[in-house]
């Protein structure tokens, strides 16, 4: 029995209903937030989308380390990686983050 493709649309509700936060990252800016990821930082969506980079999401001491898994994606030395880091919410505190990361290219 053969099945029909999710449509877009269906990709779409699933992202944005997902009880986890899920992003998208080019040029180390977020290009794609869900309502989660923004509500785990403590941020709008809108707000969270004009930030002009990752790093005031994340705790001093990661920025490198984040900076460099996502370098290594973008130049497909890797597809995917698995690692902690500290985020940092707009009051201030901190919260541990399992990031699941996995390249991919939207429009070149």
Same mark, same amino acid.
């Given at each position: 029995?053969?099945?029909?493709?999710?449509?877009?649309?269906? @990709?779409?509700?699933?992202?944005?209903?997902? !009880?986890? #936060?899920?992003?998208?990252?080019?040029? *180390? &800016? =977020?290009? @794609?937030?869900?309502?989660?990821?923004?509500? !785990?930082? #403590?941020?709008?969506?809108?707000?969270? *989308? &004009? =930030?002009?980079?990752?790093?005031?999401?994340?705790?001093?001491?990661?920025?490198?380390?984040?900076?460099?898994?996502? &370098?290594?994606?973008?130049?497909?030395?890797?597809?995917?990686?698995?690692?902690?880091?500290?985020?940092?919410?707009?009051?201030?505190?901190?919260?541990?983050?399992?990031?699941?990361?996995?390249?991919?290219?939207?429009?070149?």
């Amino acid at each position: 029995m053969s099945q029909e493709p999710l449509a877009l649309e269906t @990709y779409r509700t699933i992202v944005e209903r997902s !009880l986890v #936060g899920v992003y998208a990252i080019q040029d *180390m &800016r =977020l290009v @794609y937030a869900n309502d989660k990821f923004a509500q !785990l930082f #403590g941020y709008s969506r809108d707000e969270i *989308m &004009r =930030l002009p980079s990752v790093l005031p999401l994340l705790r001093a001491d990661d920025h490198d380390r984040v900076a460099e898994t996502i &370098r290594q994606r973008v130049s497909g030395e890797i597809e995917h990686i698995e690692y902690t880091v500290h985020g940092l919410r707009k009051n201030g505190t901190t919260i541990v983050m399992d990031i699941r990361s996995v390249r991919g290219m939207h429009n070149g």
